[in-house]
């Protein structure tokens, strides 16, 4: 096996609960060298559940500085996100950095210049949901005719915020950047929505506010219209309240029937219909109906594992990886239309990539 990719690691709060288990079960493939953090105690705790050896940083271009470096994985918050990757490319290092790509097109694409100077150095925007293993067998039942042309699309996204870690952290709670959560999540899903319908060309949006805890805006409910004709309905909301759920509760739902009662209250059952059948998909799970028959295929996805693997692929072997920059600024693109959408009340088209789009790599599922 080639050597480990000497890696930094910038940031020590999702980094140290997402991408730590994921590299150690990568083994040898990486060696995490150092961890960068703004606070010292929050740096060393990381630095330990990543690797003895790794040293500590608290300024950044001393981090980025060491001798020997490769690679940065930034998990950063978005807005010093970018400037690290900046930085890192700069350097000339490869580069592992959390979605969005970027806080706004305009800045995703100056980064995308940048780095279209600099031929040699991989760069991974790292969105999990292009590796949700759900959307590439919705993908793969509509290539192979499963449902017919597939003619619409609901996707909704019901999410209480305020009951998970994401709402603990500052920057999130007091975004300097367009949309606050709406961004921040909606990536993932114009990740996935154009993974399995292809690509956006209109959008029409409006936005609320609910909470006000959760600026500027926490709902939205926008109509696509993709370029192969399909049209979706993407309805999102971050202002619920938790449902409390008991043991007992849940398991009388299941044994009535109610399973999808469980799942529509907690993140949203998918919905595409086809001029043959109609495909319902949650996080780990795809029903291919038609007429009275219905197919279950269950999925399991290891996202985080597999985008770090793709990654030491593309630096060691030279292959291609799914997670480009110009995808990750296609889904930003679609986001951003429908925020301007929501403020201008008209029909917006997303804003054109750097380059025409591109074959997304093959997912081959086992």
């Not at 940083?57 to 807005?79: C, W, Y």
């Amino acid at each position: 096996m080639s050597s480990p990719i000497p890696l930094l690691i910038l940031g020590a709060g999702f980094s140290r609960r997402a991408h730590a288990p994921a590299l150690g079960e990568l083994g040898p493939k990486f060696r995490v060298v150092g961890v960068f953090s703004r606070t010292e105690e929050k740096a060393r705790a990381a630095a330990a559940a990543f690797s003895p050896q790794a040293k500590v940083f608290t300024n950044l271009e001393e981090a980025l500085a060491q001798e020997g470096l490769e690679a940065v994985d930034v998990a950063l918050p978005i807005l010093p996100a970018s400037d690290a990757v900046d930085a890192a490319l700069r350097r000339g290092l490869h580069v592992f950095s959390e979605k969005p790509i970027a806080e706004s097109v305009e800045r995703a694409r100056a980064l995308i210049q940048l780095h279209a100077s600099r031929p040699g150095q991989v760069w991974c925007v790292a969105e999990n949901f292009r590796f949700w293993r759900t959307a590439w067998k919705v993908k793969e039942l509509i290539a192979s005719g499963e449902i017919g042309a597939p003619v619409v699309c609901h996707y909704p996204v019901l999410v209480p915020i305020k009951a998970t870690p994401w709402f603990r952290t500052d920057w999130r709670r007091t975004p300097e950047y367009d949309g606050g959560f709406l961004l921040d999540g909606g990536v993932h899903d114009m990740a996935a929505l154009r993974l399995m319908l292809g690509e956006v060309t209109e959008v029409s949006a409006f936005t609320r506010s609910v909470d006000p805890e959760l600026p500027p805006a926490d709902t939205l409910v926008a109509s696509l219209q993709f370029d192969s004709g399909v049209v979706a309905n993407y309805t999102a909301t971050y202002a619920l309240e938790r449902q409390r759920l008991t043991y007992w509760g849940v398991a009388r739902s299941l044994v009535n029937g109610a399973a999808r009662r469980v799942e529509d209250c907690h993140g949203g059952r998918k919905h595409i219909v086809g001029t043959r059948g109609s495909l319902f998909f949650s996080r780990d799970r795809v029903e291919l109906v038609r007429g009275t028959q219905r197919t279950v295929f269950s999925m399991r996805s290891r996202a985080v594992v597999e985008e770090l693997d793709e990654f030491w692929a593309g630096v060691r072997e030279g292959k291609p990886v799914r997670n480009t920059p110009h995808e990750a600024l296609r889904d930003l693109a679609v986001l951003e239309a429908m925020l301007t959408s929501a403020r201008s009340r008209r029909f917006v088209r997303p804003a054109p990539g750097a380059e025409p789009p591109s074959p997304v790599a093959e997912c081959v599922l086992p």
